[in-house]
């Protein structure tokens, strides 16, 4: 087996598409194949994230999906990116994520986030309650949360398995509320460049300049998610990554539907201001022959600082996400490098 050199840690976020005339179990069969073959290929994370009511994502229940994935792999740490808190009572995902680190000592992370991964109807029929849902609540929900896993303020509530058990804690966003409440909290920051790509910056920066040493971390620890589409040549990888652009203007505009095919998304009637929207998305995102990716994430870790990069590929067939892993870890991962 060939061992591969990656400098700079290189993670996987999934979200396991369901393409146009497949099932949910395919879907999550695929994204297990991809999971195991992203450990083989020496990639640190695989993480999952939380959304509801769409029809081209399958990882609804990361916490469930976390357990199969780590059944079925041995050293990649899993985790989700993330758990959407306001959907959850606090207790119920300590003591789902207590359960994975009881099980999976040492590979188990918790990535938290503030917005509800759906619309407000879908977040309701959740939390069948308003109370919570608002950014407000969030701090307090996210402190419970901590406290069941540690202990520190101690209560008639144990949460069993989660206190004493607990999985490496991350926030993550897409503005700087997250940033600065990761920094004030001396949590790792996983930023979510790949649909925001305009804050990335001023965030991060924001994090750092917040940061506050911790018993979780000394120093700011950042994670930076990117889309990253890699192909033998620059037009395969365009062409791939049409479906991706095309789902994503369908959910924006109120008529999410399965992944279509490249062939679908190129024959798409596109209007110019849905061009426009498409394309100012794939800005600053990682598209291309290993040579084209490799040049446009080093800009990305050069502007960024990142100490950790996390990629995502939404393309409809999982043989081409595979393989676009495979080229990363092959021809693009040794030539990354962190700032000093």
């Not at 009572?89 to 003591?95: M, Q, R, S, Y």
């Not at 399965?258 to 100012?280: I, M, N, S």
């Amino acid at each position: 087996m060939i061992t591969y050199v990656i400098d700079v840690p290189l993670s996987v976020l999934d979200l396991a598409p369901v393409a146009r005339g497949a099932t949910a179990g395919e879907a999550l069969r695929h994204t297990t194949e991809l999971a195991r073959r992203t450990e083989e290929l020496g990639y640190h994370r695989f993480w999952v994230a939380e959304h509801h009511n769409m029809p081209a994502i399958a990882s609804s229940a990361p916490a469930v999906l976390i357990a199969h994935l780590a059944a079925n792999t041995s050293t990649i740490r899993l985790g989700s990116g993330g758990v959407m808190l306001p959907n959850h009572a606090p207790l119920v995902v300590a003591e789902q994520f207590g359960t994975l680190e009881a099980l999976h000592p040492g590979r188990i992370d918790l990535g938290i986030g503030r917005a509800p991964g759906t619309d407000q109807v879908t977040a309701l029929a959740l939390r069948r309650t308003m109370e919570g849902l608002s950014a407000e609540g969030f701090p307090r929900e996210l402190a419970d949360l901590m406290n069941y896993f540690s202990g520190d303020e101690p209560g008639p509530i144990t949460a069993t398995p989660g206190r004493g058990q607990s999985p490496a804690i991350w926030l993550l966003g897409s503005s700087r509320f997250s940033a600065q409440l990761a920094g004030l909290l001396g949590l790792p920051f996983s930023f979510a460049h790949h649909f925001s790509a305009q804050n990335t910056l001023p965030a991060l920066a924001l994090y750092r300049q917040s940061f506050r040493p911790s018993r979780w971390l000394e120093k700011p620890y950042v994670m930076v998610a990117v889309n990253a589409v890699c192909a033998e040549t620059d037009e395969r990888a365009e062409w791939l990554a049409g479906p991706a652009g095309l789902s994503f203007l369908k959910l924006r505009s109120g008529r999410p539907e399965p992944l279509a095919t490249p062939e679908e998304a190129a024959a798409y009637p596109y209007t110019e201001l849905e061009r426009d929207f498409v394309a100012q998305r794939r800005e600053g995102q990682a598209t291309g022959s290993p040579e084209t990716v490799g040049r446009q994430l080093g800009e990305l870790l050069e502007r960024t600082g990142a100490d950790e990069l996390m990629l995502t590929t939404m393309v409809y067939d999982v043989a081409d996400r595979v393989r676009s892993f495979e080229l990363i870890a092959d021809r693009v991962a040794g030539g990354l490098t962190r700032n000093a």
